[in-house]
């Protein structure tokens, strides 16, 4: 079956670093459409960002353009998520997902657009 196993989370300083991973099996990795989404107390599920599954596509949420980058290896059926400049309002749960339809740009960030996902990678950075 599908598995999406988030690592890479941990507790940060604020403006620190953290590299998130998503190792997929169980499906044909180069066929999918990746997205990162993540998940704080009291909040919707929201999203961050995603690939497609060419890698010739990139979307991110306004919050984390420009500080976080995801990218992809076919090679190792993996997906990452490089957060730089970190703030304590990134403090959340993260989460893969993973989708082989066809998605147009502007329903990438929608979570019913994904078929598969992970259960998430805690995330803490502190002030």
Request: aromatic share 14%; proline share 1%.
């Amino acid at each position: 079956q599908v598995q999406l196993v988030e690592s890479g989370g941990g507790l940060v300083q604020d403006g620190g670093s953290l590299r998130l991973s998503c190792a997929a099996s169980g499906l044909t990795f180069a066929s999918y459409n990746m997205g990162w989404f993540r998940h704080a107390g009291g909040k919707e599920r929201e999203f961050v960002a995603a690939i497609s599954w060419s890698g010739g596509y990139t979307y991110y949420d306004s919050s984390v353009k420009g500080r976080f980058t995801v990218s992809r290896d076919n090679a190792k059926s993996t997906v990452y998520l490089q957060m730089n400049s970190l703030k304590p309002e990134d403090t959340a749960d993260y989460y893969c997902a993973a989708s082989n339809r066809t998605i147009s740009s502007n329903r990438f960030f929608a979570t019913g657009s994904y078929d598969f996902w992970g259960q998430g990678t805690q995330v803490t950075v502190s002030s």
